[in-house]
């Protein structure tokens, strides 16, 4: 079974361009995570989706950031414009069920802000 | 808020115990969380523990929760070079979804 892919592993851009983080979770997990480690500090939650319905994203730090989960599959995390406070790496993680389940992470992007 | 703490740096030696300690603040947590990431790679969910229960071993592994004090400690036996990584404590937030991680413990291990 595939685990959590994540595109792409690497992404460097200049500030106030466009990135399009893409997450696909384990085939048949509804719950979708983001995540980000900012600075090697402590890894911060982002958003939950159950299927395609934003469950909770009281972790986005502000409108610059979008996320989608059209379908219900695979997941998009836009940030536009970029921020130098925006490097770091972005994990996604799923999930079959909530609370009591295990979140499988994927190996994150990486993101460089210039 | 809900907080989980971990020590940032712990040095052993090839063949010696590593033992890696968290704290956390929400005591309703259902499961208790250690991940693994190692250089350039991904987390790896490495064992978890249920709130219910004291100690759980899996191989080299020994996971202990003493939930009076909110502490959890991650035990490796017979540590190898290969176990150096970092090592995330993470616990649900209360009534959430949402996993609480820790800043992770480097690990080091010398020969």
């Known amino acids: 079974e595939a685990g959590v892919t994540q595109f792409p592993s690497h992404s460097v851009i200049e500030k106030g361009q466009t990135v399009t983080l893409r997450c696909d979770p384990i085939?048949?997990?509804?719950?979708l995570y983001w995540y980000r480690r900012v600075m090697g500090k402590e890894i911060k939650f982002l958003l939950h989706?159950?299927?395609?319905?934003?469950?909770?994203e009281s972790g986005m730090p502000n409108n610059r950031f979008l996320a989608e989960r059209t379908g219900g599959t695979y997941s998009t995390l836009k940030v536009q414009p970029a921020e130098l406070e925006d490097s770091g790496v972005y994990f996604c993680a799923s999930s079959q069920e909530v609370r009591t389940d295990t979140q499988y992470f994927g190996p994150g992007t990486r993101l460089t802000v210039l | 808020g809900e907080d989980v703490e971990q020590s940032l740096f712990l040095s052993v030696r090839e063949g010696d115990s590593s033992v890696i300690n968290c704290t956390y603040t929400?005591?309703?947590?259902?499961?208790l969380y250690w991940y693994k990431q190692e250089p350039g790679a991904g987390l790896q969910l490495l064992t978890y523990i249920f709130s219910n229960m004291d100690m759980k071993q899996d191989q080299r592994l020994t996971v202990l929760l003493n939930k009076k004090d909110k502490h959890l400690s991650l035990r490796i036996a017979d540590t190898q070079t290969g176990d150096s990584a970092i090592y995330f404590c993470?616990?649900?937030?209360?009534?959430?979804?949402?996993?609480?991680f820790g800043t992770g413990t480097r690990l080091q291990v010398f020969p």
């Open positions: 989706f159950v299927k395609e319905s934003k469950q909770d």
């Open positions: 929400d005591s309703s947590s259902t499961y």
């Open positions: 993470a616990a649900p937030s209360y009534n959430t979804d949402k996993l609480i």
């Open positions: 085939s048949g997990h509804d719950n």
